[in-house]
């Protein structure tokens, strides 16, 4: 069973940087690099919603929504069966609970506040 863990949440100043980490582990019928990854947000009272996505082995396609398209990266390390959001520019509204996702799989996710 496919087992996701965030980490990398924190409190941080608007206008400041955090990466998120997601470990993977596992996977039994096929690699991590076989699966697209998603990042995911919820914040207090709203819906979740998807934040990025990369795609399967390489990653060569990411998707961002328009909210934060321009200040979050996603990445990926097959070696390291690890899944990165890099958050640049982070605004208040920005403040969630963040979750990793692939392989139907969900992380427990990770709190980012972002406040003065």
């Known amino acids: 069973q496919v087992q996701l863990v965030e980490s990398g949440g924190a409190l941080v100043q608007p206008g400041g940087s955090l990466r998120l980490s997601c470990a993977a582990s596992g996977f039994t019928r096929f690699t991590f690099s076989a699966y697209a990854m998603y990042w995911y947000r919820q914040a207090p009272g709203k819906e979740r919603e998807l934040v990025a996505s990369?795609?399967?082995?390489?990653?060569?396609?990411?998707d961002y929504s328009d909210s934060v398209k321009g200040r979050f990266t996603i990445s990926r390390d097959n070696t390291r069966n690890t899944v990165y959001l890099q958050m640049n520019s982070l605004k208040p509204e920005d403040t969630a609970v963040y979750y990793c996702?692939?392989?139907?799989?969900w992380g427990q996710g990770t709190q980012v506040t972002v406040s003065s």
């Open positions: 996702h692939g392989s139907a799989a």
């Open positions: 990369i795609s399967s082995n390489i990653g060569s396609r990411k």
